[in-house]
């Protein structure tokens, strides 16, 4: 009998630095450049704020700051906060809300978080892996009811679990690279005139907190101990407008909100904004906005109903194939909205994008134009197309490939320009490389032109191959709204650019599309 000799190993016990007990939502947020939250919320979890595209404003307790791109922001159980845009760039978003009492936590009080690289690619992990534990609610609203999120019954497996192990990962990263700024510290550095803003911006906040009552311009001077003269002039040159008129702007704002809710009659919102009576509320609004507020709640009704409306092309297609052997997939409006290079014309422009399986893309862009110009006729083929009104899609199938994007540009009249490549220079018109060109039309509807593309299946594998278009597939594109040579020359986007000179042809800025 051998003799045998055990080795007795003694337990090491691991320490948790971060454990996180539960995740109550994980979203992401592209919003509009005026988002305006006039209700600051609380609640029992920690709850952070990363700013991926543009910046936004931060209220925390009774500090303002702003929150640039490529910044993050924790607010802790039971700190009062809320968010607003700049007016300037429509921000990008991410919010994380979970429940964890370890004391590291702390770290991350009252500072401004610096991302790097390796914690930007972590937290792009964090938001696919939520992806495949929630159910991603239908809407893109910042609202507190609408944080959580039901958990998938058919996810992959460990989502949830990966998902908790990322983010205990990312935060103790965040920790141990301490890029950390104080945002009481930033504000001493900040020069003069980021003073009168963040001064104009506790006025703001303060505005926000009190839209319920009837406040005049003496009680923001009190309030702040300040003499009229001097807020007056730091709120015009910050907002470009007197206190009183930005103070009735954000009750006529919360009132558009409480009419497309349909929750209060005109009455009851009267008077829970603080107006003295229903009638000089409605001549309020009407001056506000040239619309009573009758003649609001009609026009959001119409804009809902709006939503759902199919183009004409693809109207056709649906009634003669029969929509029920088809799948489609519908985006909601993708409003051309970026307002670039110091343009000064004012339009309302949108876009609509369906995927129907078997034929191909069908995108619509609308755009308000009095009096679009039209130099170029009907199926005119030209590179300048974009000095008359024009209305443009860029599409790249295949991100990263050799034959690059694809730029489809059609002007009220439908003279177009429809070419391929990777830049402006050295493009090739599709029919010349492939001998095909996408199907276009263009017509009016009230105050609006439009244009609708087809881009069909055939089309698309003959620039990029047998590629799969459906579910789960990712594009990158933009839309645009352009008119050079206009009498008030303009350039719009979809998806920022951000970039000093007018360029559209910067794959670099395009947006994501995303079949779900």
């Known amino acids: 009998m051998s003799n045998i000799n055990y080795i007795y190993f003694q337990e090491s016990k691991l320490e948790s630095v971060i454990e996180i007990k539960d995740i109550v939502a994980m979203r992401y947020y592209e919003f509009q450049n005026d988002v305006i939250f006039n209700k600051p919320e609380v609640h029992n979890f920690w709850e952070f704020v990363y700013v991926d595209k543009g910046q936004i404003k931060i209220i925390a307790d009774d500090n303002c700051f702003t929150l640039m791109q490529g910044e993050m922001v924790f607010h802790k159980p039971g700190q009062a906060h809320d968010l607003f845009g700049d007016g300037i760039i429509a921000p990008n978003v991410l919010v994380g809300c979970f429940f964890c009492d370890s004391e590291a936590m702390n770290y991350f009080q009252d500072k401004i978080v610096s991302i790097n ?12 892996e939520s992806k ?11 609202r507190l009811d609408s944080f959580e999120m039901e958990k998938k019954k058919d996810g992959l497996i460990g989502a949830q679990q990966l998902l908790k192990i990322n983010l205990e990962e990312f935060l103790i990263r965040l920790i141990r690279d301490n890029e950390f700024v104080s945002k009481y510290e930033r504000s001493k550095s900040m020069p003069r005139d980021n003073f009168e803003s963040d001064f104009v911006e506790e006025i703001i906040a303060y505005m926000k907190k009190n839209l319920d009552k009837r406040i005049k311009r003496s009680d923001f001077c009190h309030k702040f101990n300040v003499s009229i003269t001097s807020m007056e002039t730091a709120f015009k040159k910050i907002k470009g407008q007197p206190v009183m008129r930005y103070f009735t702007k954000l009750k006529i704002e919360e009132a558009k909100r409480m009419i497309r809710e349909n929750a209060y009659n005109f009455t009851e919102i009267s008077e829970m904004l603080g107006f003295s009576t229903p009638h000089y509320f409605s001549t309020v609004f009407k ?3 040239n619309m009573t507020p009758s003649e609001y709640a009609n026009s959001i009704k119409a804009i809902i109903d709006d939503d759902i409306h199919i183009g004409d092309m693809l ?3 649906l009634v003669q194939e029969g929509y029920s052997v088809l799948r489609a997939y519908s985006a909601a409006k993708a409003h051309i ?3 670039l290079w110091e343009s000064t014309y004012e339009t309302d422009c949108y876009a609509q994008l369906i995927f129907v399986e078997g034929r191909g893309f069908y995108a619509k862009i609308y755009a308000k134009e009095e009096n679009p110009r039209m130099t170029y006729k009907p199926y005119d083929f030209s590179d300048d197309v974009c000095d008359d009104s024009c209305v443009e899609w860029f599409m790249d199938f295949l991100p990263g490939n050799t034959e690059g994007y694809m730029n489809l540009e059609a002007t009220a009249c439908a003279a177009i320009n429809c070419c391929t490549g990777t830049g402006r220079n050295g493009r090739i018109p599709l ?3 492939f001998g095909m060109l996408p199907e276009i039309t263009a017509g009016r509807s009230g105050e609006y032109w439009w244009v609708e593309y087809f881009v069909s299946l055939e089309l698309i594998h003959r620039v990029y191959g047998d590629i799969d278009l459906g579910s789960g597939a990712v594009y990158r594109g933009n839309f645009y709204k352009c008119g050079e040579l206009t009498p008030s020359p303009h350039y719009f986007s979809w998806a920022y650019i951000d970039l000093p000179n007018p360029e559209y042809h910067c794959p670099n800025h395009f947006g994501r599309f995303i079949m779900e």
């Open 315 to 317: 109207r056709e297609v």
């Open 117 to 128: 690289k390796r914690n930007k690619e972590l937290l792009s992990s964090i938001v696919y």
């Open 287 to 289: 001056k506000t906005i």
């Open 132 to 142: 495949n534990a929630f159910v991603m609610p239908p809407d893109n609203i910042y």
């Open 431 to 433: 029919n010349e490389r």
């Open 337 to 339: 909205d970026n307002i």
